[in-house]
């Protein structure tokens, strides 16, 4: 702990990070096992920039949101080197802190929205709250704001004095963003926002948060399994397994330039929309179990282009561009390329 | 013209509801040629998976006919429905709900097996439970496995491996791979894909995503509000989509592609209620072009080119 001090110390965020996270590490301790959910992560978000996480279930995204709020249920242990949001350092929080930090400066949507508001309150009340609890403001007046928010994400404001129930589940989900917008936060993150929601819906939520994104400068990372939603929002791109990030650059290194087999597995699983009698390579086996990882690489025994070493030897994070990062022994061998074409 | 299997014509379901009679499906017609696929698409409360029931008569239809091998089931009685349905099964979408989270694999199989008298004998009845488990790609060390110590994706086999068991001819797939990850989602569509080919199945394949019944489906029904608005062969609904619904679909599918100013056709509104629907266009409410003619009359799904279907007031204009 002093010593993770001294390095605070030492290092110093630029002006133009809204979020910054150093090796981030989250496990489980449960009787007979330990979970090791995340495992080592490191992100850098600009201000007003949108960082895409990628990845199959039980990649470790959502614990990573978590653990950036600081909310990651018990027995879970997170060891972090650093964690800074908005120029502050929320490792240093205390509890009274972390409730004034968590949807003032950074705040999440959650996957679900038929269960993440009350069913016993009116969904103006429940923006109101959010309001009123990082705002000294009278109930009236709040009431007001969160009538103004409902408008701001295309709901009446008339509607402020239903109950959730009377929602549809985008309306919901629209709700949950207002409430999550109510204090102008500076990071936002997305955990799965539409994935609950209907094509067409989906593609209304997606096209009325990419305009509020614009319009308060907001960062944002969008966590979805989704990568045609990624193309859609996202700056950058995380792709992550088991863990870990394989792969993180700009959305057209990672999408154009495609440099991990895991990437790469991810885009021949797609159904290609262009060409319908194209064949569907799946990726072989299934990701492994997070309390007993194999030894090397984690992808090695789904990957076809894995040799020996890949079993033996844990992949180091390599820059292959200036902002394109990939974490995959195969590299070692200057000449290894993937299938998959590069286009520009 | 090939022989088809399937046959539906004028299905309606209504449920009755405190606030009026739900039109779940209301007047779908349709048929499936021997060894096809018909894909039907549209949003939650669309009628899809109604439909999909109704043709296995797991929910009775409130009024039409279904010809199975040119025979109508909704006539049939209790033994005989039983009977025929070894040649008509479904795959659920939950492959967490819709297993018995106290039977084995094994147990799973081999009930399904002998209340249907497929094989008799201890021995035979093993043989055939080994033998789907291999058709469908499930290890037979996992033959005595309970369903939760399964991932989704070996989860759906089993749902897969128990429709198989009577041999049938026909499936209904009801967003069989909708829960699943993606790179498993593309084993189990690979699988589905094989055992068409090999036994030459008919499938209905229900789904909310574009892009997989794209790659499954030879014909597409897109459905909104419980009728079909449009219905043509995969190639051709995709290329010249002209429901402005099914505009707005293909429209609203995420492209994985770096796309420089995407133009998207952002649909406005949500579903309609589908309990005593007035007769009008029930797309009408969020269309771009509907007109006072849309809300007159409920435009009847006419054929605009050979095989494809459309119910559009202002088709023949747009």
Request: glycine share 6%; hydrophobic share 40%; with cysteine.
């Amino acid at each position: 702990m002093a010593e993770d001090k001294k390095k605070a110390v030492e290092e110093k965020i630029p002006e133009d990070v809204a979020l910054y996270l150093k090796n981030l590490r989250v496990k489980f301790v449960l009787e007979k096992e330990t979970v090791y959910a995340v495992n080592g992560i490191d992100i850098t978000l600009k201000k007003g920039k949108t960082l895409g996480l990628a990845g199959e279930t039980g990649a470790g995204k959502t614990t990573t949101a978590l653990s950036m709020l600081r909310l990651v249920p018990y027995p879970g242990k997170v060891e972090c080197d650093r964690l800074v949001v908005d120029g502050k350092d929320v490792l240093k929080m205390k509890q009274k802190d972390l409730e004034k930090f968590r949807g003032a400066d950074l705040a999440m949507i959650f996957q679900d929205p038929m269960t993440s508001l009350n069913p016993v309150f009116t969904v103006g009340q429940q923006i109101a709250d959010a309001i009123m609890l990082h705002n000294p403001t009278t109930k009236e007046q709040a009431f007001k704001s969160a009538q103004q928010m409902l408008e701001l994400v295309g709901i009446p404001a008339a509607r402020a004095v239903e109950y959730p129930h009377q929602f549809s589940g985008g309306m919901k989900q629209r709700v949950v963003i207002a409430i999550a917008l109510a204090c102008n936060p500076g990071v936002l993150i997305a955990d799965e926002p539409t994935t609950a929601l209907d094509v067409t819906i989906q593609a209304q939520v997606i096209a009325m948060m990419k305009k509020l994104r614009d319009e308060r400068g907001m960062s944002m990372i969008m966590i979805t399994h989704d990568l045609g939603i990624i193309a859609d929002v996202c700056d950058e791109v995380a792709i992550m397994y088991a863990g870990k990030i394989i792969e993180y650059g700009t959305l057209r290194d990672v999408f154009n330039h495609t440099k991990h087999p895991y990437t790469e597995g991810l885009f021949n699983s797609l159904p290609n929309i262009h060409n319908r009698d194209e064949r569907l390579k799946p990726i072989p086996g299934l990701m492994p179990d997070p309390s007993n990882l194999p030894k090397g690489c984690a992808f090695a025994p789904r990957c076809r282009y894995a040799t020996a070493a890949c079993k033996e030897k844990v992949p180091e994070p390599r820059m292959v561009s200036d902002t394109h990062m990939v974490a995959c022994s195969a590299y070692d061998d200057p000449a290894f390329r993937i299938e998959r074409p590069e286009k520009d | 013209m090939a022989e088809n299997i399937l046959e539906v014509r004028n299905l309606k379901k209504y449920f009755k509801t405190p606030r009026g009679m739900l039109h779940a499906v209301d007047d779908v017609s349709f048929s499936i040629e021997k060894g096809h696929t018909l894909g039907i698409v549209g949003e939650s409360g669309c009628g899809k998976t109604t439909t999909g029931r109704c043709i296995l008569r797991l929910v009775e239809p409130t009024s039409g006919e279904i010809f199975f091998e040119g025979r109508d089931i909704t006539k049939l009685g209790r033994g005989e429905m039983k009977k025929l349905r070894k040649d008509m099964q479904i795959i659920f979408q939950d492959p967490f709900s819709s297993l018995d989270p106290r039977y084995t694999i094994n147990q799973t199989l081999t009930e399904t097996l002998k209340i249907n008298k497929i094989v008799t004998g201890k021995k035979a009845i093993e043989n055939r439970v080994l033998e789907l488990m291999e058709t469908v790609g499930l290890a037979e060390r996992l033959i005595n496995t309970y369903p939760h110590e399964l991932d989704g994706g070996r989860r759906q086999r089993i749902g897969i491996a128990r429709a198989l068991a009577l041999n049938p001819k026909f499936i209904v797939c009801d967003e069989p791979v909708s829960a699943l990850d993606v790179s498993i989602q593309a084993q189990i569509l690979n699988l589905l894909e094989d055992l068409q080919e090999k036994l030459g199945l008919s499938y209905i394949f229900i789904t909310h995503d574009l892009a997989v019944v794209n790659h499954f489906a030879d014909e597409i029904a897109v459905m909104y509000l419980g009728q079909i608005v449009e219905k043509a062969p995969t190639q051709e609904l995709f290329d010249n989509p002209m429901h402005p619904y099914t505009q707005a679909l293909l429209s609203a599918i995420p492209i994985p592609e770096v796309i420089e100013n995407r133009q998207q056709t952002i649909l406005s509104g949500e579903i309609s209620s589908p309990i005593n629907p007035k007769d009008e266009c029930r797309f009408a409410k969020r269309c771009r072009f509907s007109c006072d003619g849309c809300r007159e009359k409920n435009p009847p799904l006419v054929e605009v080119k050979p095989g494809h279907f459309v119910a559009c007031g202002r088709c023949g204009e747009l």
